[in-house]
């Protein structure tokens, strides 16, 4: 199995790969300003290292998230969706996770591989 870590200010993502199945799992509080521009070196990285394996993007362990991270988020589900077999995006159940799955559940209508829960 290959794992990778990225932590910053609040925010941690573990990536995991085992065969042909990987998981990347959000935890922590992404409320800065700009994730895009420490979020967004990565997004190519990880789809390539995640290439031809079904993909879950586990949101559950977010405890915030701001607007500003969701465009980097959704940069990683559209890479993932043209490299990845399948993409499932996992998001807990509170107000605030649900406004987000909500327009996330709109975006992957427009993806052939992506599914949003």
């Known amino acids: 199995m290959a794992e990778w870590t990225f932590e910053h ?22 409320d800065i300003r700009s994730p895009a521009s420490f979020l967004s070196p990565f997004l190519e990285d990880w789809s390539a290292k995640l290439k031809d394996t079904d993909v879950t993007v586990d949101l559950t362990g977010l405890e915030y998230m701001n607007s500003a991270t969701v465009k980097p988020l959704l940069d990683l589900v559209k890479l993932l969706d043209q ?9 807990r159940e509170n107000d605030w996770q649900r406004a987000h799955r909500n327009c996330m559940a709109v975006l992957a209508r427009t993806l052939k591989n992506t599914r949003v829960q």
């Open 9 to 30: 200010d609040g925010l941690t993502v573990r990536i995991s790969r085992e065969a042909d199945r990987s998981r990347i799992e959000w935890s922590g509080v992404s």
């Open 83 to 91: 490299t990845s077999r399948f993409v499932l995006v996992v998001f």
